[in-house]
T-cell receptor, first 110, second 113 residues
């Protein structure tokens, strides 16, 4: 039931912005996009979420295209501690379920 | 309290054993979830409880038996498991409304021998 597509892996230089794309072309109008990350088999950690508008918090920014078919998570100044698997999730509108896609393994390089 | 607490953190059990995983939250969340995660794979949804009632079972084998004794507690009873059931078991909770995100616990690392 995963409804998202992400590149399997990405590298980013420390201190640079990390831009992680996600395709969710079948998203419905009332479905939210969530981003989580998982560091080394810990529990997934919430990063940010959005519906239509771009969002920013202390961790990241979320850019959602106008047609809502894709989004980009931006970590503005990546650090080594940002090395993790990042999951883009579309929350199912009719229920309470999160279905994880395969995620992007981000490696921040010194 | 903004955490989901899972116990034990590690569990080794034989194929004939019965054991239970426990999950607890005190955030007033009304939905709770069990996920299974194999190495280098994304978490897979197993069960959803909403207002203490089982609302979704993702065709999980009956050797996994969930229980929600109250709105703060979620258990996963294990019986006659197979070595391929070895995985990280994650619990999560949410308010249950359309916008609310999940809060995950740190998981129980289960090894079946």
């Amino acid at each position: 039931d995963a409804k998202t597509t992400q590149p399997p892996s990405m590298d980013c230089a420390e201190g640079r912005a990390a831009n992680l794309p996600c395709n969710h072309s079948t998203i419905s109008g009332n479905e939210y996009v969530y981003w989580y990350r998982q560091i080394h088999s810990q529990g997934p950690q919430y990063i940010i979420h959005g519906l239509k508008n771009n969002e920013t918090n202390e961790m990241a920014s979320l850019i959602i295209t106008e047609d809502r078919k894709s989004s980009t998570l931006i970590l503005p100044h990546a650090t080594l501690r940002d090395t993790a698997v990042y999951y883009c999730i579309v929350r199912v509108a009719t229920g309470n379920q999160f279905y994880f896609g395969t995620g992007t393994s981000l490696t921040v390089i010194p | 309290d903004t955490e989901v607490t899972q116990t034990p953190k590690h569990l080794v059990m034989g194929m004939t054993n019965k054991k239970s995983l426990k999950c607890e939250q005190h955030m007033g969340h009304r939905a709770m979830y069990w996920y299974k995660q194999k190495a280098k794979k994304p978490p897979e949804l197993m069960f959803v409880y909403s207002y203490e009632k089982l609302s979704i079972n993702e065709s999980v084998p009956s050797r996994f038996s969930p229980e929600c004794p109250n709105s703060s507690l979620l258990n996963l009873h294990l019986h006659a498991l197979q070595p391929e059931d070895s995985a990280l078991y994650l619990c999560a909770s949410s308010r249950g409304d359309r916008e609310s995100g999940y809060t995950f616990g740190s998981g129980t690392r289960l090894t079946v021998v």
